[in-house]
């Protein structure tokens, strides 16, 4: 008997040691287990986080995450203490998995942020069986020997300087690929023949095309937009494949053709110079352009976007391939003026003449201040300036221009140019790169090669080379068409320079954030960034560290606070992660606290919170709440932002209270609508008798009135009123008059309520007849209570066809993410708040960004303007001056066959009501027909 237990413990240790072993085993595909129960603290004791938690696989295998907890994880590569970017994080809720493929032979090691005691390690093996090699890992595939890839530089030539840097980029990534090739063993390697365009379309085609005779399909590059249009024809033509670390001209984003570009389309780029325009205040533009693709392509985007915004663009000055010679301009003189006998003109002297005409035109009639220069140009820029520097009126204005001159040391470097740029302020933007695990490496070698910081196009020529050489292992083959196939996916999961290589639909980077540039006392200073994802222009010096805002909701007690909260605690994860994406360094912790649904709870945690040195708190939810709290507010130049308070008196203009939601001044007339459209002639409301409920119940009035309605004088109760047997004998008395006047059938309650009382006024009024013959109408606050479909009160509710509004959910772009979340966690549907709360920590957030700093006054003065162009979980968070949602839709909700059902939308705009059958729609146009 004793033997018993031995033998189970040997055959348990047995298991053990195979599935330990299986686990480590080589592998093309495996799956890891988030476990149930792994956000809970302890797991990590039992190996119980990660089912397996280590596991082995092939080089070029699949390694898929699936989450069976009950929460959201995170998968995030390195450790708590050293998180990296060797493969890009992702958020997974409950029953969603996660894939990704790895090439490296090496160890990863990944962990889960949001549960640090959530770690494991996968094991990347080179030489195993794959696609591309049989079981004893020999080649299957026709990679053997030297594999060559063309490469189109511009080693001379305008575009030289940047040129220079991408090929020095291209070579570290081909030697660290063959370093990866021999360690896999794959027997073959991978060698770049170049080519110099000379900066010049026709050499760039007369390159391609020697390039193709010799058997290259595949080519790096070329650098230059304007070399690309004039190749691509070709290239189409041809089935090649052409990756340019790059070009960015808007006209060369299409889909399915044969150029992909690993850096944004300018049109990018255009959107952040439209704001920086937009920033200082410009009104008229005058560009300066080089008439090739790029030019012409940069110039139209940003006239465009300019123009859009209500800017004047000038006709300017296009110039071809050198100074144009058919005009003479004299200094500061007139067009056409004889400059026969004027000695040593500077090169782009007739340009910089007409250009000094355009913008004195300008000038004339808008003032200095409000003109800018836009220039589009290479390194023929530095005679352009010294052109431009003979004109007194064109150092007088702000210049701007185009990505390409970003950070270029020809324009510090000599005094007249230095001095020049710095006088007029010389800004521009140039995309950002995202740092990924190789970038220091990189970094470093090129920076001892160049002698100089490298610029963006180093690294994204050094993943160029990476993404050509996986996407020939991937596809085991060196045809354009079949790695055409496999980029996008290669690209998707490869973090090599930079953290992110995904492309978008037309094949170019899909990551588009920029850095601003100013030349500032003879040198490039960085001066902010923006952001294309959340159009937002964010301050160069930023908080350090960790900034906390508060978060006030009624948890104890109430489902609605709780998933409030957990909301914003979403919100907090997910802008942190967009932090790390456009590499700022501070991060954002929501401090939650529970007001019990207690004004003076309330007003005791904004204190303690205000005395910790947070100034801005996200609640309270509740109005009467939101009035306590808001008097402190005021007094200590604090910020409010509630996702949920109504009260029409906390509408006021400048104060420090904001709120993501239309007040009650909005829901009143949308009340007052569906009374006229039900037919009802007299109202008897029964209210809560604070800041929440006076004031809804005023404006119902207010506007039922004004349609011809009669409004009776109701009953107003006490907010810790448990016992409503009088106020509901008071209601019966006065509907049973009103009945007798207009008939039953004309006669409506509202009820402006929360749900524990509306339970006890519903439980009290389901005795008197009276009161379950005529109709109720509810307040926001009870479209969709569970209170009115249990089963004690579900007969009422039918009975009287209970109808509420609620403001309709605006889905933006972040609602499926939000409602799947709070959906999985609560195990119900969530409600329209949810989506508020998410977008209030966003909204402080990149308020914050925007200034660079965390303190309440600087948020409160740009937070209208942050909210305007937000799209987050709703779709728009425009604001009023008061500081509360401008306009919103309203959903009509009822009981029907047991449940909450959507029957109808009212529109603040038109004041218009769409009345449906049971969710059923009658048709888009205004119905009139009894809810």
């Known amino acids: 008997m004793r033997s018993a237990p031995y033998l189970l413990v040997l055959l348990v240790a047995v298991a053990g040691v195979a599935m330990w072993s299986d686990s ?111 079981g004893d890992g020999q080649p299957v595939s026709p990679l053997h020997g030297t594999v060559v890839v063309g490469a189109l530089h511009a080693i001379t030539g305008e575009l030289s300087d940047i040129g220079g840097e991408a090929r020095v980029g291209a070579k570290l990534a081909v030697s660290d690929f063959n370093e990866y090739l021999e360690e896999q063993g794959a027997g073959w390697r991978l060698e770049i023949v170049e080519e110099d365009t000379a900066t010049d379309p026709d050499t760039a085609l007369e390159k391609i095309e020697s390039l193709h005779q010799r058997g290259i399909g595949i080519l790096l590059g070329p650098p230059a937009s304007a070399s ?49 325009l937009e920033l200082n205040g410009i009104e008229v533009l005058v560009p300066i ?46 067009v056409g003026a004889d400059t026969t006998d004027a000695p040593d003109l500077p090169a782009y002297h007739n340009e910089a003449g007409l250009l000094a005409e355009h913008v004195r035109e300008a000038v004339d009639r808008h003032g200095a201040n409000k003109v800018a220069v836009l220039a589009v140009s290479f390194d023929e820029m530095t005679e352009i300036v010294l052109a431009a520097s003979q004109h007194d009126i064109l150092d007088d204005i702000l210049w701007f221009g185009s990505g390409s001159l970003a950070n270029a040391p020809y324009l510090v470097e000599g005094e007249a140019i230095s001095d020049f740029m710095g006088t007029v302020n010389f800004t ?39 993404l050509v050489g996986k996407s020939i ?25 930079m953290s992110s290589t995904q492309l978008d639909e037309a094949g170019d980077l899909l990551l588009a954030n920029y850095r601003i540039w100013t030349i500032v006392n003879g040198t490039w200073v960085e001066t902010g960034k923006y952001s294309a994802e959340r159009d937002l222009l964010v301050a160069a010096v930023q908080p350090t560290g960790e900034v906390r805002i508060g978060a006030l909701y009624p948890v104890t007690g109430s489902t609605k606070g709780a998933e409030n909260r957990e909301a914003a605690l979403l919100g907090a994860r997910d ?34 919170m205000h005395q910790d040195g947070i100034d801005i708190i996200i609640g309270p939810q509740l109005s009467i709440n939101v009035e306590r709290v808001g008097r402190y507010v005021n007094q200590n130049s604090m910020m409010l932002l509630s996702c949920c308070s109504t009260a029409p008196s906390l509408a006021v203009p400048g104060d420090g209270i904001f709120r993501l939601i ?80 207009y008939g039953v059938d004309k006669v409506a309650v509202f009820a402006a309520s929360f749900g524990e009382g509306a339970k006890k006024i519903a439980e009290t009024s389901s005795t008197v007849d009276i009161l379950t013959d005529v109709r109720w109408f509810g307040s926001e606050a009870l479209a969709k209570t569970p209170v009115l479909t ?72 740009v937070f209208h303007d942050v909210a305007s162009g937000y799209n987050g979980a709703q779709d728009s968070t425009v604001l009023n001056e008061a500081g509360d949602l401008a306009s919103a839709d309203y959903a009509v909700w009822q009981v029907v066959d047991g449940e909450w059902k959507e029957i109808g939308r009212y529109s603040l705009l038109d004041d218009s009501l769409a009345i449906h059958d049971h969710g059923q729609s009658s048709g888009d146009h205004e119905v009139d027909r009894d809810p």
């Open 428 to 466: 521009t933007a140039s995309s950002m790169v995202s740092p990924g695990y190789r970038f220091d490496n990189v970094t470093d070698r090129a920076l001892e090669i160049i002698g100089r910081t490298p610029n963006l196009f180093t690294y994204s020529a050094y993943d160029s080379v990476w």
């Open 662 to 741: 239309p007040d009650d001044s909005k829901q009143g007339v949308a009340v007052g609508r569906l009374l006229e459209s039900a037919g009802i002639k007299a109202m008897v409301s029964i209210w809560r008798g604070d800041v929440y409920g006076d004031g809804l119940r005023a404006a119902t009035a207010e506007s039922f009135e004004s349609r011809g309605g009669i409004v009776g004088d109701g009953v107003r109760y006490g907010i810790a009123e448990t016992d409503f047997t009088e106020e509901v004998a008071a209601l019966a008395d006065e509907v049973r008059a009103m009945v007798n006047e």
């Open 228 to 276: 690309a249009v004039n190749i691509k024809e070709y290239a189409d033509s041809q089935g090649l494949l052409l990756l340019s670390c790059c070009s960015a001209a808007p006209s060369l984003s299409i889909a399915d053709d044969s150029i992909y570009r690993l850096v944004p389309d300018s049109a990018n780029q255009a959107i952040a110079l439209g704001k920086l």
């Open 289 to 334: 352009w080089r008439g090739d693709a790029y030019g012409d392509g940069m110039r139209a985007a940003v006239a465009e976007i300019f123009e859009a915004a209500g800017g004047v663009v000038s006709n300017g000055v296009q110039y071809g391939d050198g100074p144009s010679p058919s005009m003479t301009v004299p200094l500061d003189g007139d």
């Open 790 to 861: 249990e089963e004690a009160l579900l007969d009422l509710a039918h009975s009287v066809r209970f109808t509420a509004l609620q403001v309709a959910d605006n889905p933006g772009y972040s609602y499926e993410r939000v409602h799947q979340h709070i959906s999985d966690t609560f195990g119900q549907e969530p409600t329209s708040h949810v989506y508020r709360s998410y977008d209030a920590v966003w909204l402080v957030g990149l308020s914050i960004l925007h200034t660079g700093m965390a303190d309440a006054t600087a948020v409160k003065s």
């Open 473 to 497: 292992m991937e596809a085991g083959s060196t045809e354009p068409a079949a790695v055409r196939e496999v980029l996008p996916e290669v690209a998707a999961s490869y973090s090599g320079a």
């Open 24 to 134: 480590l085993a080589d592998h093309a595909e495996v799956t890891i287990s988030i476990r149930d129960g792994a956000n809970q603290l302890g797991c990590e004791q039992y190996d119980a986080c990660y089912s397996p938690s280590a596991v082995s696989l092939d080089a070029g295998g699949e390694v898929i995450w699936s989450n069976d907890d009950s929460v959201t994880h995170v998968i995030a590569s390195g450790t708590p203490e050293n998180g990296d970017t060797r493969f890009a994080q992702a958020t997974l809720e409950p029953g969603q998995t996660y894939s990704l493929r790895l090439h490296d032979p090496g160890t990863y090691p990944f962990y889960d942020p949001d549960h640090p005691w959530m770690t494991g390690m996968i094991t990347v093996q080179g030489g195993a069986a794959d696609d591309h090699h049989d």
């Open 575 to 608: 802008f942190n992660a967009f932090l790390s994406s456009i590499n700022v360094d501070w991060r954002l912790s929501i401090i939650p606290e529970d007001t019990i649904s207690n004004p003076f709870t309330a007003l005791v945690k904004a204190r303690e």
